[in-house]
Nanobody, 115 residues
Framework: QLELVQSGGGLVQPGGSLRLSCAAS????????IGWFRQGPGKEREGVAC????????YYADSVKGRFTISRDNAKNAVYLQMNSLKPNDTAVYYC????????WGQGTQVTVSS
């Protein structure tokens, strides 16, 4: 059974960078399309980036395109989200999950962009 644990959030100033990690256990991660999602204060959860299974094609929301990069390390069975040029409206709880048939969302990892 696949389990996912997010980490790497924190407080960063506008223009700064963070890298989020999504560690998987139970199943090889590249069997699934995996996405990073976020839910900001008073907002609905939205997808920001995803990577397909196998060859790992990537897709990004327009709001993060050019600033965020999703990647996968098969040896570590993990997916990452490199976030650069962070803006205050990137503040949210970030989650990784399967794109199809998502697992329980859990607590995610908080990212706060503020001066």
């Amino acid at each position: 059974q696949l389990e996912l644990v997010q980490s790497g959030g924190g407080l960063v100033q506008p223009g700064g960078s963070l890298r989020l990690s999504c560690a998987a256990s139970g199943v090889t991660l590249d069997h699934y399309a995996i996405g990073w999602f976020r839910q900001g204060p008073g907002k609905e959860r939205e997808g920001v980036a995803c990577m397909s299974s196998g060859v790992g094609s990537t897709y990004y929301a327009d709001s993060v395109k050019g600033r965020f990069t999703i990647s996968r390390d098969n040896a570590k069975n993990a997916v990452y989200l490199q976030m650069n040029s962070l803006k205050p409206n990137d503040t949210a709880v970030y989650y990784c999950n399967r794109v199809n048939n998502p697992l329980d969302w859990g607590q995610g990892t908080q990212v706060t962009v503020s001066s």
